[in-house]
């Protein structure tokens, strides 16, 4: 079923600085929610128009109605996508949407409904995968002494014990460490800061990353040239990127001969960790910046351990022929 038709209202070269789509880009405060949010609205824009090079940009958002918006969300569910997927797609819809109205170029009543879209609902198992500390220590056994090396080590070791994501490491910088402390201020989503604490051991790490990095302010992390060099940026050392954290791990994973894992695979462990050793789940909750309890809960691994061993004390009975 195709979508109900959207009214030929011109709405041609829309100025960029009223057009929603890149209003509701440039309030977003990280490089990485502006990419993904860029994504969804330009994957919406392909599904809107039936073109698939069209881009979220000069769209007539403005003219979306409730028939358009609650047709558009049953064909993201029809896709296949998770809830989760879907959802995040629906933030972006409901946002533009948003920005449209502030534009003036739609009314409040005609926003109000074109926005009112339940989210979807659906209960799926935990994923991701565990890192147990084993893949860890050979993850960190296969960095070798070069400076790139170093860098990574260090890298692992942050993400390990700390459970930050992939963009709040890209986002700290040399200003953001604590020696003393054993901390770091994390950025996280929405610009809200926290602080997160090192294990000793990683702080020893950081610290022989910080003896080959050298002591000038910008990013904690940079990118290496094959030279061994540090890539820098008006300046000062440049942030990794998200993916160039992806690259470090799976380049580093590999040569210790285990299977691939994610940052946020890190970040789930952390949390499931925190967790196993009792820690409580307000506290859990600060220092993984997460905006509700339930977020972190979703990550205890608690209740598929007890229900496992709760199986466990079932025992099946001998083979035995009837008489």
Same mark, same amino acid.
């Given at each position: 079923?195709?979508?109900?038709?959207?009214? &030929?209202?011109?709405?041609?070269?829309?100025?960029?600085?009223? %057009?929603?789509?890149?209003?509701?880009?440039?309030?977003?405060?990280?490089?990485?929610?502006?990419?993904?949010?860029?994504?969804?609205? %330009?994957?919406?824009?392909?599904?809107?128009?039936?073109?698939?090079?069209?881009?979220?940009?000069?769209?007539?958002? =403005?003219?979306?109605?409730?028939? =358009?918006?609650?047709?558009?969300?049953?064909?993201?569910? #029809?896709?296949?996508?998770?809830?989760?997927?879907?959802?995040? =797609?629906?933030?972006?819809?409901?946002?533009?949407?948003? #920005?449209?109205?502030?534009?003036?170029?739609?009314?409040? #009543?005609?926003?109000?409904?074109?926005?009112?879209?339940?989210?979807?609902?659906? $209960?799926?198992?935990?994923v991701g995968q565990h890192v147990p500390p084993e893949v860890v220590g050979?993850?960190?056994?296969?960095?070798?002494?070069?400076?790139?090396?170093?860098?990574?080590?260090?890298?692992?070791?942050?993400?390990?014990?700390?459970?930050?994501? !992939?963009?709040?490491?890209?986002?700290?910088?040399?200003?953001?460490?604590?020696?003393?402390?054993?901390?770091?201020?994390?950025?996280?989503?929405? %610009?809200?800061?926290?602080?997160?604490?090192?294990?000793?051991?990683?702080?020893?790490?950081?610290?022989?990353?910080?003896?080959?990095?050298?002591?000038?302010?910008?990013?904690?992390?940079?990118?290496i040239s094959k030279a061994g060099r540090l890539r820098s940026r008006d300046?000062?050392?440049?942030?990794? $990127?998200?993916?160039?954290?992806?690259?470090?791990?799976?380049?580093?994973?590999?040569?210790?001969?285990?299977?691939?894992?994610?940052?946020? +695979?890190?970040?789930?462990?952390?949390?499931? &960790?925190?967790? %196993?050793?009792?820690?409580?789940?307000? $506290?859990?909750?600060?220092?993984?910046? =997460?905006?509700?309890?339930? $977020?972190?809960? !979703?990550? +205890?691994?608690?209740?598929?351990?007890?229900?496992? +061993?709760?199986? +466990?004390?079932?025992?099946?009975?001998?083979?035995?022929?009837?008489?």
């Amino acid at each position: 079923m195709s979508l109900p038709a959207v009214p &030929e209202v011109a709405a041609p070269n829309v100025e960029p600085a009223r %057009d929603p789509y890149h209003v509701y880009l440039d309030s977003l405060t990280s490089a990485e929610s502006r990419r993904t949010m860029r994504g969804c609205l %330009d994957r919406l824009a392909r599904l809107l128009t039936g073109d698939e090079s069209a881009t979220g940009a000069g769209q007539p958002w =403005h003219l979306l109605r409730y028939e =358009h918006t609650v047709r558009i969300r049953t064909m993201l569910i #029809e896709r296949g996508w998770s809830a989760a997927y879907v959802n995040k =797609h629906l933030v972006a819809l409901r946002r533009v949407l948003k #920005e449209a109205w502030r534009l003036g170029q739609t009314g409040a #009543e005609d926003y109000a409904r074109a926005a009112d879209l339940a989210p979807v609902r659906q $209960t799926r198992l935990p994923v991701g995968q565990h890192v147990p500390p084993e893949v860890v220590g050979a993850a960190l056994s296969a960095c070798d002494d070069s400076a790139a090396g170093i860098r990574d080590a260090a890298l692992i070791a942050v993400l390990y014990s700390t459970g930050c994501r !992939r963009a709040e490491i890209c986002g700290l910088t040399l200003a953001d460490y604590d020696p003393g402390a054993r901390s770091l201020r994390v950025r996280g989503k929405r %610009d809200k800061e926290r602080l997160v604490y090192l294990t000793p051991d990683a702080l020893g790490l950081v610290e022989r990353w910080l003896a080959v990095r050298g002591g000038a302010a910008g990013a904690l992390f940079s990118p290496i040239s094959k030279a061994g060099r540090l890539r820098s940026r008006d300046g000062r050392p440049a942030p990794l $990127t998200g993916q160039g954290i992806a690259d470090i791990l799976t380049r580093r994973l590999t040569s210790a001969g285990a299977s691939p894992r994610t940052a946020h +695979d890190f970040r789930r462990t952390f949390i499931g &960790e925190l967790l %196993d050793a009792g820690v409580d789940l307000a $506290t859990a909750q600060a220092l993984v910046g =997460h905006s509700s309890p339930a $977020t972190t809960a !979703r990550y +205890d691994r608690r209740p598929e351990r007890t229900r496992r +061993d709760a199986v +466990d004390r079932l025992r099946l009975p001998p083979p035995r022929p009837l008489a």
